[in-house]
């Protein structure tokens, strides 16, 4: 049995590295600063450790055999899911460029959001240490960002000591939307959030007049979806009156159609705050399930995001055609392939498609797939790489036990080989 | 297995050979000299009227880190212009203006570059850059770490801490960041803009720590020589781009009291205010000044007309740029208490005054600097162009009626504001051998790159003689690259993968007391964390680490 400190977390999204494991054999407890998204996601058990075709077990062998001769014939193969580390990432391009198939990382829908604001107009952000640092007034649009990540205001709004405020305690919180379920947003001191209750379809209204009011445009409705426009001017006054504020919402939480005008909405509001001599910053949340290390990766690899194809024989990016979703109930795709090292809950959409699924240990299926590859989990199993929410930084992930489970790396490069 | 190339002529000034026809041996991977007594040749190319060169080394180009992949997301339209398609032997991937990581390292290759230095390995990011060199075949790479707007060096200053500090620190930051070069970028500015401040000059304070930029500089100028990294601090100065910021570099040059100073992308830093316009060129006055002071070295930063995207750690510059954006859009970030960036892509157009004085400063730069061996050919990839066309950029810089003819065909107005046409100078081969090649390895300190006398890595380009000097360096004959032919004709026809070149100078332990308790406080990693192993870079069996030695 040994203890494992200052681990890091692929799962938060928030980088949390601070945690203390305790390793017995296969067996993993989290010990210190767990949280009810990292404790069970490190805790999961290894259930299956033997690959299976067809639902015979079979060595690993036989099993990359079979994904490659499945894969062999095909015309258009998805690869969903997309949610592993760096280098799984890499083998997943490498694989997907050689079948022609397309990659679709399965939070993309939410995350198009953000980056059709970004390819139409870009933004300002920032990222974790300067909130943590800078940040005297939080705006959370649409989003309870404690159910989102439990340790965020901990780590990084009630931290003791901040480089460039005097009293931590002391700052803003504002929630517009969704309203918090607990009482993290509640400082230290007992200073409680401020809540601009509406219903989530509501924001893009709410937030045009948000907007309208910080460039100082006459608005003469009182109310707008049931929020004072008088508490909306009170809160244009306190971004002018911010040094550093910062806005943050969670994509996928915007679930309605067209949310990428209300991230647009947003950011162009922010950069509207810096014109009028103080500075402001957006914080997208994300970083959950591999999901910002597939678009980087993709990214540097491709040039695009994780929603995107290489059937012409190039990459081909498509924000809307290349959802795995939309390709299966079109009748398009010719084969699943569903990569998921991090979640074993999380498992494949429905389909009579020949299917490969590489992933967690402990998968359960409805329909077992015709080859069934257990993989270790980045971070747990073995080393690797994974971003944060923010974008700019890759954490280091360690290995903390000795399972025998292949990386999605292994497996994914030597189903390529066998091609 | 022995190699030889037979009869071609050579320009090699590392050794001081300029266009003499001489037999190159090589053997694993190296160039040696030619075997005693009797010997086999297992491949002999018959090189009678090529020119030979050593590869070409890209001493300022953005190929790795954050800002150049919000780049790529940005502009998915300029990626579906120049589409590439995976052969036997290569990935697929896009081209233009910020290439995917694959075609980066064909591109470079199919150009006879054989290694290119990402100038902004931001210290929190430096993982990404070196993940994404990872990923760029054939060349061989490195990455100078930047500092200046950290708060960590900005509150040594405010705290009066002495020089020996603030070089452990800087030591210890190029390990952990696995760099061969300092850079800095608006020194404090970036900073500055956390602050809100939008401007800042040489002397002018950062409003929290009331340090200026001439003090940054001068810390990490000396840092870097103490330490004893070949490579002069690098520095992306004052006040880029803002009409009448010669004054500022020429007071930078002036104020380094002499220290090795590398001034990157002179071109963007040499303006002054003149004529009807309120824009003019500095190149002369700037080229003067490196003339007389042997302790700078620049490169230029030349822009080429056409779409690119500019993507810096300037974010207090880059936000003041974003009037310019085409297409408009645009992304600013502060980062990590550590460094920022800003994406904006820009149109430079011949027939826009600013843009096309701007084209005429980078040249005059070029031709009015005496010493090839301290100017160095770049245009910033991806700010002024992208990389691909450094072949038109040599053709402009040796080609004197060539160059006219373009000149005349720009904005009149910058036409009239630009001495170019009284310019006669043209590169000489061995000129461009010295820019691109032994000066470049010189300058970073690579001690067996560069140059092709025995025990030099066998990188290696040959060109066949052209007047067209564009089409002769666009499409080398053969590519040779640690000995391997990786490209006929202008193709790539074998990949391997290059090595990542660092250096490693002592710093005192203790360091980290410090550095552990800021961590613990202030960031949001702990320290253990943040420090980036050499198993990073090897672990995926394909890259590798190579440690330079220290200048003594």
Not at chain 2, 245 to 271: A, C, E, K, R, W
Request: hydrophobic letters at 40%; proline letters at 5%.
């Amino acid at each position: 049995m040994i203890e494992i400190t200052e681990v890091p977390s692929p799962f938060c999204g928030i980088g949390t590295d601070d945690l203390t494991i305790r390793v017995d054999g296969v067996s993993i407890k989290v010990i210190e600063n767990g949280c009810a998204v990292n404790t069970p996601a490190f805790e999961q058990a290894i259930t299956d450790t033997s690959p299976r075709v067809n639902g015979q077990e079979v060595s690993l062998d036989v099993a990359i055999t079979a994904a490659a001769a499945l894969l062999k014939d095909t015309r258009l193969p998805v690869i969903g899911g997309c949610a592993t580390d760096v280098n799984g990432m890499r083998a997943l391009l490498a694989l997907a460029d050689r079948a022609g198939a397309v990659v679709d990382n399965m939070n993309f829908t939410g995350a198009r959001n953000n980056f059709l604001a970004l390819q139409d107009s870009g933004w300002m952000n920032t990222t974790l240490a300067e909130v943590k640092n800078r940040c005297d007034l939080l705006l959370i649009v649409g989003t309870d960002l404690e159910a989102f990540a439990p340790r965020f205001f901990e780590r990084y709004l009630w931290n003791k000591e901040a480089m460039f405020l005097a009293d931590t305690s002391a700052r803003d919180i504002v929630y517009l939307g969704q309203s918090p379920t607990g009482s993290a947003s509640t400082s230290p001191t007992g200073k409680q959030a401020h809540v601009l209750p509406c219903a989530t379809e509501d924001l893009p209204e709410v937030i045009a007049v948000l907007r309208a009011l910080v460039k100082a445009q006459p608005i003469t409705a009182k109310t707008v979806c049931g929020i004072a426009v008088a508490d909306l001017q009170a809160l244009a006054d306190k971004f002018k009156a911010a040094k550093y504020s910062v806005v943050t919402w969670a994509a996928s939480a915007l679930a309605y159609a067209q949310a990428e005008l209300t991230v647009q909405q947003l950011s162009e509001m922010i950069k509207d705050i810096n014109n009028q001599n103080t500075r402001s910053s957006g914080l997208p949340l994300a970083g959950k399930e591999g999901d910002q290390t597939a678009n980087q990766v993709c990214g540097w690899t491709t040039g695009y995001p994780a929603r995107m194809r290489f059937s012409a024989g190039y990459p081909e990016y498509d924000p809307f055609l290349n959802d795995t979703n939309l390709l299966l109930a079109n009748g398009e795709a010719d084969a699943l392939v569903w990569v998921q090292a991090f979640n074993s809950k999380s498992v494949p959409p429905e389909t009579t498609l020949p299917t490969i699924v590489v992933a967690r240990s402990g998968m359960v299926f409805t329909k077992e797939p015709e080859v069934f590859i257990p993989v270790g989990t980045p971070g747990i199993d073995h080393v690797g790489h994974a971003y944060r929410m923010d974008n700019v930084v890759a954490i280091r992930l360690k290995k903390l036990r000795d399972s025998g489970l292949p990386s999605t790396a292994e497996v994914l490069n030597a189903i390529e080989q066998a091609l | 297995m022995l190699i030889r190339l037979t009869g071609g002529t050579v320009y090699d000034p590392a050794s001081g050979i300029d266009g003499q026809q001489q037999d190159i041996y090589i053997e694993n991977g190296r160039i040696i000299d030619k075997p005693q007594g009797e010997f086999k040749v297992d491949q002999d190319y018959d090189l009678q009227g090529k020119v030979v060169m050593s590869g070409a080394i890209d001493m300022h180009t953005h190929i790795g880190g954050g800002k150049g992949n919000i780049a790529r997301m940005l502009l998915p339209e300029d990626h579906r212009q120049d589409p590439v398609p995976r052969s036997d032997i290569t990935r697929s991937g896009c081209g233009h203006a910020m290439p995917s990581t694959f075609v980066t390292g064909y591109r470079y290759a199919e150009m006879g570059y054989t290694a290119g230095f990402e100038p902004a390995l931001l210290p929190i990011n430096a993982r990404q850059a070196h993940m994404e060199m990872g990923d760029i075949p054939i060349l061989d790479k490195g990455g100078y770490v930047m500092l200046g707007s950290d708060d960590y060096l900005l509150r040594l200053l405010t705290a009066k801490k002495d020089q020996k500090a603030i070089n452990d620190y800087v030591a210890w930051t190029m390990h952990t960041a696995k760099a061969i070069g300092v850079k800095v970028v608006n020194p404090g500015g970036i900073n500055a803009f956390k602050f809100n401040q939008r401007k800042l000059d040489l002397d002018e304070q950062n409003a929290h720590y009331g340090v200026t930029p001439r003090e940054i500089l001068q810390v990490l100028a000396t840092a870097v020589k103490e330490l004893g990294v070949p490579h002069p601090l690098h520095v992306h100065g004052c006040n880029l781009g803002v009409p009448g910021n010669v004054q500022t570099t020429l007071d930078t040059i002036q104020g380094i009291g002499g220290l090795p100073m590398h001034l990157t992308h002179i071109q963007f830093h040499s303006y002054g205010t003149e004529g009807d316009f309120k824009f003019s060129s500095g190149a002369a006055q700037i080229a003067e000044a490196i003339n007389s002071n042997k302790n700078i070295t620049v490169d230029v930063g030349q822009i080429l007309f056409g779409q690119t995207v500019t993507a810096s750690g300037d974010n207090m510059r880059q936000h003041a740029n974003h009037k310019f954006a085409s297409p408009n859009k645009w992304v600013v970030m502060d980062i990590e208490c550590d460094a920022g960036c800003g994406v904006v892509p820009f149109k430079y157009k011949d027939q826009n005054f600013v843009n096309a004085l701007q084209w005429a400063i980078g040249l005059e730069t070029f031709l009015l600097v005496n010493d090839p061996w301290r100017i160095f050919l770049t245009t910033d990839h991806p700010n002024g162009a992208p990389f691909t066309s450094y072949p038109h950029l040599i053709r402009l810089l040796m080609d004197r009626s060539f160059r006219n003819d373009m000149l005349s065909t720009i904005h009149p107005e910058a036409q009239k504001m630009t001495t170019l046409a009284s310019i006669d100078r043209e590169y000489t081969l061995q000129e461009i051998a010295i820019m691109t090649r032994a000066g470049a390895a010189k300058l970073i300190g690579l001690t067996d790159r560069g140059g092709l006398s025995a025990g030099n890595f066998a990188d290696i380009t040959i060109y066949t003689d052209n007047a067209d000097r564009q089409k002769m360096f666009e499409k080398p004959d053969y590519v040779f690259k640690d000995g391997q032919l990786v490209v006929v004709n202008g193709k790539v026809v074998s990949t391997k993968w290059g090595t990542t070149h660092v250096v490693k100078p002592d710093f005192d332990p203790s360091v980290e007391k410090g550095l552990k308790d800021y961590f613990d406080r202030y960031l949001t990693m702990k320290l253990g964390n943040f420090k980036i192993s050499d198993d990073e870079i090897i672990e995926d069996g394909r890259g590798s680490i190579t440690v330079h030695p220290l200048s003594s």
